[in-house]
């Protein structure tokens, strides 16, 4: 029985060699991208408050829906590209235009210039 309890008192220090250094190292990635959240979400509270209150709603009201996507660049031939579905004219012009937030008829995510989609990418 003695045999035993060594052989699993050597297997558990063995183990815990192993799972030692991989756990800090897990720790203190979770760290790194804590802080990095945290620079994040502080970046986006200076942008919000420059940005219209109705705007804002409406991009929370689209993420809070399940979306991953809630915006997608309007590509050059005319189509959104979340779910290439044509953009009618008028919408088109009023994207390019930029004056106000304009949504994809047919997935809802809010278009934006092609000209953005590595922003939005990234």
Partial sequence: ???????LDEAITEARGIVGPRLE???SGRDTAEKELGALEQDRENFVH??????????????RGGRV???AA??????????????PPQL???VRHG???IRCEGCGVILTLTEYEDELKG
Wanted: charged share 30%; hydrophobic share 40%.
């Fill in 1 to 7: 029985m003695e045999g035993r309890l060594e052989e």
């Fill in 25 to 27: 190292e897990l720790i």
């Fill in 50 to 63: 420059t940005m219209d209150a109705l705007e804002i709603r409406l991009y929370e009201g689209i993420r």
């Fill in 69 to 71: 996507t809630a915006v």
């Fill in 74 to 87: 309007l590509t050059e031939d005319g189509a959104c590209s979340h779910c290439f579905g044509i953009v």
């Fill in 92 to 94: 088109q012009n009023e």
């Fill in 99 to 101: 004056e106000s937030l």
